[in-house]
């Protein structure tokens, strides 16, 4: 038996100040603040000093490995006990080169194919329990999260753009969240009065989605493509 260990991150390498600051302001608010979610990066360390995860590339597999809390493509939040597997070291190796060969970087997508799915299926082929539903909540808006990028025209075809339109998408299907556990008007309420503050949707948010809530900052180098997404750097892959 070995201990599985998840290693959570904030994601803040889009090349933008404001959107990593957004990003950070998410992630303090939703998952610090009320609980339920933000926009993380997630790797799995079983057996030895490294960390398995998975990413874009245009070529090869998307899996690869760091040294576990080390990732320099993102800022370290936590880790997570998820459990012991039963498996030897060789069975586990023989699983990463499984996935290794069944996901492949350029199949990667922010909504259904992103490193949290990956680490979900990994720790089911390790027999431990699956992430945290907050570690990977914005995604699993899942059909009306890719029926707003279908309408507004967004391709998620580097992970600097998916990030950045995840950071809005991500605000508001969390925010809608939370409007069911504030009252609206109250001082505490993200809903309240304050012009600076989001408007929260009532029980029809998933249908207003788009056209409601506040928008985080977005970079004007996406807009110009100025600067392109630092590739992850050269890691070792199975």
């Not at 609206?184 to 029809?204: E, F, I, K, V």
Request: aromatic fraction near 8%; charged fraction near 20%; glycine fraction near 8%.
């Amino acid at each position: 038996m070995t201990e599985v260990t998840l290693h959570v991150y904030d994601i803040t390498n889009t090349g933008s100040d404001n959107t990593n600051n957004t990003i950070v302001q998410i992630n303090r608010i939703f998952k610090d603040g009320v609980g339920i979610g933000g926009i993380f990066h997630s790797a799995v360390q079983v057996y030895g000093e490294d960390e398995w995860s998975f990413g874009f590339c245009e070529q090869g597999s998307g899996v690869f490995s760091c040294p576990a809390k080390k990732n320099p493509m993102y800022t370290y939040r936590e880790c997570i006990v998820l459990g012991k597997t039963s498996l030897s070291k060789s069975k586990v190796n023989q699983i990463l080169r499984e996935l290794s060969r069944e996901w492949p970087g350029n199949c990667y997508d922010l909504l259904s194919k992103n490193c949290n799915h990956f680490c979900n299926d990994f720790c089911e082929r390790l027999g431990v329990s699956k992430l945290p539903g907050w570690v990977n909540r914005f995604a699993n808006a899942g059909d009306t999260a890719v029926e707003i990028a279908e309408t507004t025209a967004m391709r998620f075809r580097l992970a600097k753009t998916e990030i950045v339109t995840a950071s809005k998408v991500a605000y508001r299907f969390l925010a809608g969240i939370t409007s069911n556990n504030t009252t609206p008007g109250s001082p505490d309420s993200l809903g309240g009065t304050n012009r600076n503050t989001p408007r929260l949707q009532q029980p029809a948010w998933f249908k207003n989605l788009v056209s409601a809530g506040a928008k985080p900052s977005t970079s004007t180098t996406l807009e110009n493509g100025d600067n392109q997404i630092q590739k992850p750097p050269q890691q070792r892959r199975v």
